[in-house]
C-alpha cells in the first residue's frame, strides 16, 4: 500500500505554484487530492486523477461546498493544506502607504481563508477521529522582514491560529502544524518582477544553502506532517528556508 494509502486531500489554491507542488506530491504518495482555487484548475486535477473545485476561500458558502463536496465525492476527508494566499502579487510599500483595501484583502484570503477552510472540514474529521491540517505560512514574521507589513502580520496570525486551532483539536485526533517557507520562487513570484529584483539575492545570500529555493522543497515537509511518522506532533512551526533563520 502506498504511503497515504487512499486518504483525501484539500489543497487550497492549488492551480500552480507552491500548492501545485503539494498536491503532486500529495498524490504522488497515494492520496485522492481536490485542487481548490479561485480558478477551477482542471487541468491539474485531471492530471493527478483528482477533484477540481472553483473556491474562494475568504467565501464561508464557497468553502463549506468545497468540503461538502469532497465528502460527496469520495466518502471521506482526511488532510487539509491551508496554501491559498495573496503574496506574489504584492510589491514592497511602507506601512504608512499601505492602502486599508489591500490590508483587508490580504487578511481575507491569508487569515479569514484558512480559518474558514478549517471550519468546513473539521466536521468530518471529527467524525472519523483522524485528520492532518497542515497551514502555509511564511518565514517571514521570524525574520521581520520590512515593507511587506501586512503580509508579514497575516503570516504571523497563521502561526498563532496553529497554535490555538491545535489545542481545540487535539481531543478530536486532528493535528495542525505550520509550514514557514523562505523566498520562493513560484509561478506568481517569477511573473514580479519587483519582487525577483529586491527579495531574490538578498533571501539568496542570507542561507546557509546558497541557492534559490522552489515550490518543490516544500512538499517534503507537508508529506512528513500528514504522514504517521508526525501522529505526536501538533501545534508546530516547521521554518522551511535553507538555513536563513534558526529558530
Known amino acids: 500500500m502506498s504511503r497515504l494509502g487512499g486518504q483525501v486531500a484539500i489543497v487550497t489554491g492549488s492551480g500552480q505554484g507552491i500548492g501545485r507542488k503539494i498536491a503532486e506530491g500529495l498524490a504522488g504518495a497515494g492520496a485522492r487530492v481536490v485542487v481548490a482555487d479561485v480558478k477551477k484548475a482542471d487541468d491539474v486535477a485531471e492530471a493527478l486523477g483528482g477533484l477540481a473545485l472553483d473556491v474562494d476561500v475568504s467565501d464561508l458558502d464557497a468553502c463549506e461546498r468545497m468540503a461538502r463536496a469532497a465528502f460527496d465525492e469520495y466518502g471521506r476527508i482526511d488532510i487539509l493544506v491551508n496554501n491559498a494566499g495573496i503574496w506574489s502579487s504584492l510589491v514592497p510599500t511602507p506601512f504608512e502607504q499601505l492602502s486599508v483595501e489591500e490590508w483587508r484583502r490580504v487578511f481575507d484570503v491569508n487569515v479569514l481563508g484558512m480559518y474558514l477552510a478549517t471550519r468546513a472540514v473539521t466536521p468530518y474529521m471529527r467524525k472519523a477521529g483522524r485528520g492532518r491540517i497542515v497551514n502555509l505560512s511564511s518565514g517571514t514574521p521570524y525574520k521581520g522582514v520590512?515593507?511587506?507589513l501586512h503580509y508579514v502580520s497575516s503570516k504571523g496570525?497563521?502561526?498563532?491560529?496553529?497554535?490555538?486551532?491545535?489545542?481545540?483539536?487535539?481531543?478530536d485526533n486532528v493535528l495542525v502544524n505550520t509550514i514557514a517557507p523562505g523566498?520562493?520562487?513560484?509561478?506568481?513570484?517569477?511573473?514580479?518582477?519587483?519582487?525577483?529584483?529586491?527579495?531574490?539575492?538578498?533571501?539568496?545570500?542570507?542561507r546557509v544553502l546558497i541557492r534559490d529555493q522552489y515550490p518543490e522543497d516544500i512538499v517534503?515537509?507537508?508529506?512528513?506532517?500528514?504522514?504517521e511518522e508526525s501522529s505526536f506532533i501538533t501545534g508546530q512551526s516547521l521554518v522551511v528556508d535553507g538555513g536563513a533563520f534558526f529558530n
Open 183 to 206: 523566498f520562493t520562487l513560484s509561478d506568481g513570484v517569477l511573473a514580479n518582477q519587483v519582487q525577483l529584483e529586491q527579495l531574490q539575492e538578498v533571501s539568496a545570500s542570507a
Open 146 to 148: 520590512p515593507l511587506f
Open 157 to 171: 496570525a497563521v502561526i498563532a491560529m496553529t497554535r490555538a486551532l491545535a489545542k481545540e483539536l487535539g481531543r
Open 220 to 227: 517534503g515537509a507537508v508529506l512528513f506532517f500528514v504522514g
